[in-house]
C-alpha cells in the first residue's frame, strides 16, 4: 500500500493547538505517528534505517582506507588531504541543504499542506543541482591550491587531486542522492533513502577495488577509481530516488512540469539550508585546518591525526541516523503546533546520540589499536593516533549532544544558534591548538587537548541555544 493511499482523520491536539484549515487534506498515516507515537520508541523505529545507513557510510571510510593504504603511505596521505572536502560536499548535501528540505517538507505536512509539500520537492532538486555546480566548480578549480597549503607536494599532491577531480567531475551525484534522500525522510519515511544509500555503499565497496587494482581489461586507475566508484554508485541511487518520488508510492510527488518556482519556497528550504551549509562547512573546515596545523607537527603527527579523526566522521552520520528522525519529527510537530512534545522529542533524541557517540568514543579510548591498525602499520602513526583518541574519544560524548541538538533545531526551522555555538568550536579548537603548538611548545598532547576542549564549549552552547529559540507568534484562541 502506498504513503499517500493511507489516509485517516487529523489527530486530537491538545486545546493550546490550533485547528487545521479545513481545507486542508486528511493526514497520512506515517505523519499521525510523528504527530502522537511514543516518543522515544517512535524515535528509535525511525532511526534504525538510518543507523543501518551508519555502518554501510562506516564500511565505506573503513575500507576506502584499506584499498588506498595499499597503494603506499604517499596515496594514503594524498587521499586525507582530499577526503575531508568530499565528506563536505556530503553533508553540505546531507544535514545542510538536504536537513532544510527535510525539515520545510515536515513542517508543511504536519500543517496538513501536502500541496506546498510536493512544490518543495522540485525546489530541492533545483538546489541540488545548484550545490552540485557549486563545488565542482571550486574544487577542480582551487584544489591545487588548497591542497598546497596543506602541505601537500609530490607523490602526495598528485594522489589528492587524482581522488579529488573524480568526485568533483561528478558532484551532481552526492549531491542529489543525499537531498533527495532528506526529501523523503521529511515524510517519515527512513527505511528507502537509507536501503538506497546502503546499496549503493554496497555497490562502491565492490565496484571501487577493481577500479583502484584494475582487473582485466580496466586499467589500474589508483586514488581516483575510489572516487569514481563512489561517483557511479551514488548516481544510480539517485535514479532510484527520483523515480521514487515521481511514483504513486510516495506521500510526496517530485514533478517537473506544472510547478510554479517561487521564492518563498527556496527561501522556505533556505533559511534553514544556508546556515546548515555554514555549520557544514565549519564542521569540515576544523578538520582541514587541524590537519594542517598537524601537518606542521610532521608527516606522521598529520596522518596519525587524520586517521584518528576518521572515527568523528562515523559519528557525524551516527547522529544524522538520529538527526534524521529528530527533523522529521521535531519539524512535523513544530508545524502542527505542538511545541511542547517538539522539545521533548529534541531532548531525548539528544540523550540518546549522545550516549551511543560516548559509548564509540570510550571503545576508541580503550582499544585504539582496533582502530589505528587498520590504516597503518607504521609505530609513530599509530602512537599518534592512539594519543588522540584516548584525550579525545571520550569527549564524543558531548560532540554527540551538540549535533543532535543542531538537529533539532532544524526541526524549529531556526538553526542560528547552534550553527554559532559550531563557529565558537572551531575558533577555541584551531585557536587553541596554535597557541599550544606555536606559543606553548605542547606538542601533539597540547594540540589534542584542544581539540577536547573545543568539543567541550560546543555541547555548552548548543544546550543554552535550545533555551533561545522561541514558538511563532499565533493567533488567539477563539
Not at 582530499?82 to 563536505?88: C, G, H, K, N
Not at 557549486?134 to 584544489?143: D, E, I, N, V
Not at 577493481?210 to 580496466?218: D, E, K, Q, S, T
Request: charged fraction near 10%; hydrophobic fraction near 55%; glycine fraction near 12%.
Amino acid at each position: 500500500m502506498s504513503d499517500r493511499s493511507v489516509a485517516i482523520s487529523p489527530p486530537a491536539f491538545p486545546p493550546n493547538v490550533a485547528t487545521r484549515s479545513p481545507a486542508a487534506r486528511p493526514v497520512a498515516a506515517r505523519t499521525k505517528l510523528l504527530l502522537e507515537g511514543p516518543v522515544l520508541s517512535t524515535l528509535l523505529r525511525l532511526s534504525a534505517p538510518n543507523v543501518l545507513q551508519l555502518l554501510a557510510i562506516a564500511g565505506m571510510i573503513t575500507f576506502d582506507g584499506l584499498f588506498l593504504g595499499r597503494l603506499g603511505p604517499d596515496a594514503l596521505a594524498g587521499v586525507s588531504l582530499a577526503f575531508p572536502f568530499m565528506m563536505l560536499m556530503q553533508h553540505a548535501a546531507n544535514s545542510g541543504m538536504g536537513g532544510g528540505v527535510s525539515s520545510a517538507i515536515a513542517r508543511a505536512l504536519g500543517a496538513g499542506r501536502r500541496d506546498r509539500a510536493d512544490a518543495l520537492v522540485c525546489h530541492g532538486f533545483i538546489l541540488a543541482l545548484a550545490l552540485a555546480a557549486l563545488f565542482s566548480t571550486t574544487m577542480l578549480l582551487g584544489a591545487p591550491f588548497v591542497f598546497r597549503w596543506m602541505g601537500g607536494e609530490g607523490e602526495v599532491l598528485s594522489a589528492a587531486l587524482s581522488y579529488s577531480n573524480a568526485v568533483f567531475s561528478g558532484a551532481v551525484s552526492i549531491c542529489m542522492l543525499n537531498v533527495l534522500g532528506n526529501a523523503v525522510r521529511g515524510t517519515g519515511n527512513m527505511g528507502l533513502p537509507s536501503g538506497v544509500i546502503v546499496g549503493s555503499v554496497i555497490a562502491h565497496v565492490l565496484i571501487s577495488p577493481l577500479l583502484i587494482f584494475g582487473w582485466g581489461p580496466l586499467p589500474a586507475l589508483g586514488p581516483a577509481g575510489a572516487g569514481w566508484g563512489l561517483m557511479m554508485s551514488f548516481g544510480a541511487g539517485s535514479l532510484v530516488l527520483v523515480a521514487y518520488l515521481r511514483s504513486s508510492r510516495s506521500l510526496i510527488t517530485l514533478a517537473f512540469r506544472g510547478v510554479s518556482l517561487q521564492w518563498g519556497l527556496f527561501a522556505e528550504i533556505l533559511k534553514v539550508g544556508v546556515p546548515g551549509l555554514i555549520n557544514v562547512v565549519i564542521t569540515n573546515l576544523s578538520v582541514v585546518l587541524l590537519t594542517g596545523i598537524a601537518g606542521h607537527l610532521g608527516r606522521e603527527a598529520a596522518i596519525g591525526y587524520a586517521m584518528g579523526a576518521r572515527l568523528e566522521y562515523i559519528l557525524i552520520p551516527l547522529a544524522f541516523g538520529f538527526g534524521a528522525a529528530i527533523v522529521a519529527m521535531v519539524g512535523t510537530n513544530w508545524g502542527a503546533k505542538q511545541y511542547r512534545r517538539a522539545r521533548a522529542i529534541a531532548w531525548t533524541g539528544a540523550a540518546t546520540v549522545a550516549a551511543a557517540c560516548a559509548t564509540i568514543g570510550l571503545i576508541g579510548a580503550l582499544f585504539p589499536a582496533l582502530w589505528m591498525g587498520l590504516f597503518s602499520d607504521d609505530q609513530e602513526i599509530i602512537r599518534l593516533g592512539t594519543w588522540y583518541l584516548r584525550i579525545v574519544g571520550p569527549i564524543y560524548g558531548l560532540y554527540g549532544l551538540g549535533m543532535a541538538l543542531y538537529f533539532a533545531t532544524q526541526g524549529f526551522g531556526s538553526v542560528m544558534w547552534t550553527v554559532t555555538a559550531n563557529a565558537v568550536r572551531l575558533l577555541a579548537s584551531t585557536g587553541c591548538a596554535l597557541f599550544a603548538v606555536y606559543w606553548l611548545d605542547l606538542g601533539a598532547v597540547g594540540f589534542l587537548i584542544a581539540i577536547a576542549g573545543g568539543f567541550c564549549a560546543y555541547a555548552a552552547l548548543t544546550a543554552a541555544g535550545m533555551f533561545w529559540v522561541k514558538e511563532p507568534s499565533a493567533p488567539p484562541m477563539k
